[in-house]
Structure formats: structure tokens, C-alpha cells
């Protein structure tokens, strides 16, 4: 579903340029929950820019749901959904207007719309909410209707950037819950970016972990651990013996998820 072979992204020039992703080649097979794991500054969310079309690699290619990324971004972005992390939820105005705007600027009829539109509802089980404005919600909400957004074309690819940052436990756990969904019940392939390593541990079928820009470590969180000298008895082992980095630089997850 995603093929980088050696994708790159410098800011500025020499001798004051910043490489913020350096080579990056990983493929990332159809169905899969893939997590980009690493620090602040690391090169996740560049790297998700890049994917999305966002951003323009300095260098390197990639295909996204069998589409070029430089020759043909157009056909990249109407075959993925992309979350970002400051979320897309509108104020002031009802949010099913909102989307069913949305459907119809993909290009669906007003009635394929609305009948879309009631798919994604029941699907985020937030049709009760359609009438409200995204202010009066709390943050799983929000997050729910952010999912129903990237969802509405129906793209086999969708990448969520943090999509619980900033929630409490229990959201935390109802939008895992959605993202295996996406996966298990709908067959789209999910790429998400994350802080938290219990969430990568329990979410995630493959971790691809990036550190200083460049792919410090590639497999599923058990192969992961299976690999560090002696074996690992958790993802913060992994994270340290990967990086060189303490688990402490990452931002500490809320406890008591499963």
C-alpha cells in the first residue's frame, strides 16, 4: 500500500540546513496498523507531510495506495484520508452541514452526500451529535468527527498524526477502538504517529521507529523487543537500546489502558 525508497526533507541551505527525514525505504503492506514511533523532533510528523503531499521530498520516492507521490499528488490525496493532529472538527456551524459539505467536494451528489454522511455517523456512532458545532463537544468527540471527515471518501488509506493527544483514558481507549475498526471490520490501512508507547505496544501490528530523522528500527513490537540483547521486557528497553535515548524524553502515557 506504501513503497519509500529513500525519502528525504532538508530545510534550508548549508551550512544552516536541517535534515528533518534522511533516506527513509519501508513498505507498509495493505491492512496494517503501522506506527511512526520516536521523540520530539525525531521526523513522524514530517515524514507523515511528506506521505500525505504536503510537504515536497527533497529527495527520494514514494507510492501511496498505487499512486506516485511526485508525479501524481492529485491521485494521492483522493485515495487517502489524513487526520491531522490539531484535528479538523469545525466551530459555529453544525457539523453535519459540514459534512456533508465535505462528501460533496469530493464530488459525491447532494443525495450520495447525506447518504454517506449517516454511513460515517453510525460508523463513529456520533449521529445524536450531527446538530451540534464543534466547540460543545469534549475532546473524543471531536476526535470521533475528525475520523468521520477523513473517512468520508472512503480512501484505503487513512494517517492519523497523534490522534489521542491530549485525550483522557477513556477516549484514549474509544478511539483505539475505532482505529482497529477502520482496520479489522473496513480493511483500511492505518499509518498513525504517536508519543506513547503503550499505545504503539497495543494498537500497532509494525512500529517503524524514527529517530534524528532516519529509521532507527522496523517490525512488530514483539520482534522488537526480541532483538535487543537479552530480549526486552517493554517498548521503553526497545526505545533506549534503538536510540540511545532515555524512555523519560517521551511524554509520559496515562495509565490503566488496555
Not at 37 to 62: C, D, E, F, H, V
Not at 163 to 188: F, I, M, Q, S
Request: hydrophobic share 40%.
Amino acid at each position: 500500500m506504501i513503497e519509500s525508497s529513500g525519502l528525504s526533507k532538508t530545510y534550508g541551505k548549508a551550512p544552516a540546513a536541517v535534515e528533518a527525514v534522511r533516506g527513509l525505504t519501508f513498505t507498509v503492506a495493505p491492512g496494517q496498523i503501522v506506527g511512526l514511533l520516536g521523540p520530539n523532533g525525531a521526523g513522524k510528523s514530517t515524514t507523515m507531510r511528506l506521505l500525505t503531499t504536503l510537504l515536497r521530498p527533497t529527495s527520494g520516492t514514494a507510492t501511496v495506495a498505487g499512486r506516485d507521490l511526485l508525479a501524481d499528488p492529485e491521485g494521492v490525496r483522493r485515495r487517502i484520508g489524513y487526520v491531522a493532529q490539531g484535528g479538523s472538527t469545525p466551530y459555529g456551524q453544525p457539523l453535519l452541514e459540514e459534512l456533508e459539505l465535505q462528501a460533496m467536494l469530493y464530488g459525491m451528489s447532494r443525495p450520495e452526500a447525506r447518504r454517506r454522511v449517516a454511513e460515517v455517523l453510525d460508523l463513529f456512532e456520533v449521529a445524536d451529535l450531527a446538530a451540534r458545532s464543534g466547540e460543545t463537544l469534549s475532546g473524543g468527540q471531536r476526535r470521533r468527527f475528525d475520523l468521520a471527515l477523513g473517512l468520508l471518501h472512503r480512501p484505503p488509506v487513512v494517517f492519523l498524526d497523534e490522534p489521542t493527544a491530549g485525550l483522557d483514558p477513556g477516549a484514549r481507549a474509544e478511539v483505539w477502538d475505532l482505529v482497529r475498526t477502520l482496520r479489522g471490520e473496513h480493511g483500511v490501512t492505518v499509518v498513525l504517529s504517536t508519543h506513547y508507547l503503550d499505545e504503539a505496544e497495543a494498537l500497532c501490528d509494525r512500529l517503524l521507529v524514527i529517530d534524528r530523522g532516519r529509521l532507527a528500527g522496523d517490525g512488530s513490537p514483539g520482534d522488537l523487543r526480541e532483538r535487543v540483547p537479552g530480549g526486552a521486557a517493554d517498548l521503553e528497553e526497545v526505545f533506549r537500546w534503538l536510540t540511545g535515548r532515555p524512555a523519560s524524553e517521551e511524554q509520559p502515557a496515562p495509565k490503566a489502558l488496555v
